[in-house]
């Protein structure tokens, strides 16, 4: 079936779910439990793009209240405005990686830190010689 043969948004989202592997395939594609893409009558506008990359299915299709044909006749940039935004969340979630990983490691420091504390506390007559040496 060619997307121009959906007439409805709901055959063109269902053709686009079988194109892509199925409802948990979309699900994972974009990284949303599958019971979401379920719930689908038509894809979230937003999701239209993506989804006509995916699978071919045409945005127009998929939501022509969206995405007049016209519109998506008259504007070839938005794909590239579209990618932008997409390079800089991928940009944004490889910093929270890297922060996260910081935090782990600031975590593990303040965890050992902590317990040379408790230490201290419970024998600071070692800690004093340790510190000062025999004039302690």
Do not use: Y
């Not at 969340?89 to 830190?113: G, H, P, S």
């Amino acid at each position: 079936m060619d997307w121009t043969e959906c007439g409805m948004p709901e055959e063109a989202l269902a053709e686009a779910v079988r194109r892509a592997g199925g409802i948990v395939a979309v699900a994972r594609h974009f990284n949303i439990d599958h019971a979401v893409v379920a719930r689908w009558k038509v894809v979230p506008a937003p999701g239209a793009i993506e989804l006509e990359r995916l699978t071919g299915v045409s945005r127009h299709a998929l939501r022509p209240d969206v995405f007049p044909l016209s519109a998506v006749l008259e504007a070839p940039d938005f794909d590239d405005q579209w990618t932008e935004a997409r390079t800089e969340t991928d940009r944004l979630k490889a910093a929270i990686v890297v922060l996260k990983a910081k935090v782990a490691d600031l975590t593990a420091e303040n965890a050992r830190l902590t317990a040379k504390i408790a230490e201290t506390q419970r024998a600071p007559d070692k800690f004093a010689l340790s510190v000062w040496g025999p004039f302690g």
